[in-house]
């Protein structure tokens, strides 16, 4: 089952067809684990299209992420709290006075 996704310009809407060019190439992105592009965005008139085919039955690239994720072990802290100092915590004014003035 081969899918085409397509975007009409309206208007002055063909003025920009690099906007629907990056629409249709984030899609196929999102789409690259199952799904590969049968033919590039193409401009033809006022309608842009390009077509997307599933990708092998028996190929998944999804998988192996999920299999390297159970091999690491988990660590008490991130990574992102190690590499940071301990930051102390401001006293904040209370909302409904206004700020101190000097």
């Given amino acids: 089952m081969k899918v085409r996704v397509s975007v009409r310009f ?10 629907a ?8 992105e999102e789409l690259a684990d199952i799904a590969t592009v049968e033919q590039a965005p ?5 309608l842009m299209s390009m077509t997307l085919t599933p990708s ?7 998988a192996a992420p999920k299999a390297e ?5 988990k ?3 991130p990574a992102a709290q190690k ?6 915590a401001a006293p904040e004014a209370p909302a409904d006075e206004p700020p101190a003035e000097d």
């Fill in 10 to 19: 309206r208007g002055r809407e063909i003025t920009y067809p690099e906007l």
């Fill in 21 to 28: 060019l990056e629409d249709l190439r984030e899609i196929a």
């Fill in 42 to 46: 193409s401009l033809e008139g006022k």
């Fill in 56 to 62: 092998r039955p028996g190929h998944k690239k999804a």
């Fill in 69 to 73: 994720a159970a091999e690491k072990p």
């Fill in 75 to 77: 660590s008490a802290k």
């Fill in 83 to 88: 590499d940071q100092p301990a930051q102390e």
